[in-house]
């Protein structure tokens, strides 16, 4: 880090990655290694999959009010419980986020974009604003899909205006910045220097 001291270039580090499944205790701990270390920002994988298991659980509560094989209480607990999921996610995001701007690193969360619905970004998106997200990341670069520009249009279309996004995962050569720029503050690519000219 020393030699890096005096110079614009920023230090950037991943956390909870890259399944975004480890405990807050140990997202905790590394982030505030990090910034001890000297990081100008965290980069955090939501908890994607167990946002997933969240809306297969919603959905299979949905299919069974309609076909009304659950009570009244059945139904509130069962959604009691959807909510319990969601709020741990968001619960994730905000230890780290107090960490990160109590000491003035700025905090983007990976959603992996690739791996959700719509309708699942958006709940990863409104968990992540909730939980204190300065940037909202598409991508770890670890999956099949990386950026979608459908996908990041909408993100882009539902996102507050005090929230920036970041695209990543996938971005290979010039004519992918070109697909994307108009529609993000930054832009995540580790090979596109063998595109340049």
Not at 168 to 186: A, F, H, L, N, P
């Amino acid at each position: 880090y020393g030699f890096l001291e005096n110079d614009d270039i920023k230090i950037v580090t991943v956390v909870n990655y890259p399944d975004g499944d480890n405990k807050s205790n140990e997202n905790i701990k590394d982030v505030t290694e990090a910034i001890s270390d000297g990081v100008d920002e965290i980069d955090f994988v939501l908890d994607y999959k167990e946002l997933k298991k969240a809306f297969i659980l919603q959905n299979m509560l949905n299919s069974n009010i309609r076909d009304k094989e659950l009570t009244k209480e059945e139904i509130k607990k069962e959604q009691e419980d959807i909510e319990i999921k969601f709020e741990k996610i968001e619960n994730k995001v905000k230890d780290v986020s107090d960490i990160c701007h109590r000491n003035g690193v700025q905090l983007k969360v990976i959603i992996e974009s690739g791996e959700l619905t719509l309708e699942e970004i958006k709940k990863a998106c409104e968990i992540s604003v909730r939980g204190g997200a300065d940037y909202i990341m598409t991508s770890t670069g670890t999956k099949e899909k990386g950026a979608e520009l459908d996908k990041v249009i909408y993100m882009k279309k539902i996102l507050p205006d005090y929230v920036k996004l970041k695209v990543s995962g996938g971005i290979r050569t010039i004519q992918d910045v070109e697909k994307y720029y108009q529609y993000v503050d930054r832009i995540g690519t580790s090979s596109i220097l063998k595109d340049i000219k």
